[in-house]
């Protein structure tokens, strides 16, 4: 079953709405090259986590996407 890029992301950020980890969306160039097209804060701290996130892999890793799941390109 594909699952839409942004239904996962949606559901990480509800996994995430509990702690002080925010999913972000690289926007520009420079921003993507830097980070990745995804990235993990921590909006505490304020300061970067994660770079060059792979959303399935995380979703997985959070328990947000079942083994029979995959993310559409």
């Known amino acids: 079953m594909t699952i839409t890029e ?3 992301t949606k559901r990480i950020r509800r996994k995430l709405k ?4 925010v999913l972000r969306k690289a926007k520009g160039k420079r921003q993507q090259v830097d980070c990745g097209h995804y990235y993990v804060i921590d909006a505490d701290l304020n300061a970067l ?13 959070l328990g947000v996407l079942r083994a029979h799941q995959v993310v559409a390109e």
């Open 6 to 8: 942004s239904a996962v």
């Open 18 to 21: 509990t702690t002080s980890y």
């Open 49 to 61: 986590l994660w770079r060059h996130v792979n959303i399935e892999a995380y979703a997985r890793e």
